[in-house]
């Protein structure tokens, strides 16, 4: 004998497929929030030198602005960082001297840093990379953040500390620049600042960048 479904069945399925959507859109909406909210999490940039941090091997030009950008060679979020850097130098009327300085973590093997990262950056002239190790120069100025942008002037005042993106790995338009670009021009501004987006320095969580 055929069984004979209730008559509330097609309605209870129909609050099923409801809820399944409702749920569904829930998860949606979570992972978004969560993916937004650590896109705008800036990393630490406290404690970082306010004048250059003399006693190192990265040298200060004399005569024209210095600009450090602290590396770690696996954060993905910091291709944005150098590709913003690359920006910055094609709209500088006033070229500064350029160092990437890539950590090289305590037991890393001599050319652990130089990846792919590395020749993104030794690719954009006027760009100097620089090996790091066990983050000493990091420690020297107090950079904690993988993309962290110190401007510091020929007389060795620092002129601007922060990021140059407005989000981890996110391209384009943002203050940072502005504001490093403004100081460029005219150094006699107010020292600036703004938050810095990218990995840990000293963290083994980055992922990694293939060669």
């Not at 129909?14 to 959507?21: E, G, P």
């Not at 969560?34 to 306010?50: E, I, K, Q, R």
């Not at 910091?78 to 094609?90: G, K, P």
């Not at 690719?123 to 790091?132: L, R, T």
Request: with cysteine; glycine share 10%.
């Amino acid at each position: 004998m055929e069984a004979v479904l209730p008559r509330q069945y097609p309605v209870l399925k129909s609050w099923a497929r409801a809820l399944l959507v409702v749920a569904w859109a829930a998860l949606v909406a979570v992972g978004v929030w969560l993916l937004t909210s650590y896109a705008n999490a800036p990393g630490p940039s406290a404690g970082v030198a306010t004048d250059w941090a003399n006693g190192g091997g990265l040298g200060r030009d004399p005569l024209r602005p210095t600009l450090l950008m602290f590396l770690h060679p696996h954060c993905p979020c910091s291709r944005a960082s150098v590709e913003e850097l690359n920006t910055l130098l094609a709209r500088a009327m006033v070229k500064p001297v350029v160092k990437a300085v890539f950590i090289r973590p305590s037991g890393a093997a001599a050319g652990w840093e130089r990846q792919g990262l590395w020749r993104s950056a030794e690719a954009i002239p006027g760009v100097e990379a620089v090996a790091d190790p066990e983050g000493a120069e990091a420690k020297r100025f107090g950079i904690e953040t993988s993309g962290h942008v110190l401007l510091f002037s020929p007389g060795g005042a620092r002129l601007f500390s922060g990021g140059i993106t407005s989000a981890r790995g996110h391209s384009g338009d943002n203050a940072g620049l502005d504001l490093v670009l403004e100081r460029l021009r005219n150094p006699s501004l107010p020292a600036a600042s703004t938050s810095v987006f990218g990995c840990l320095l000293f963290a083994a969580t980055c992922a990694e960048e293939k060669p």
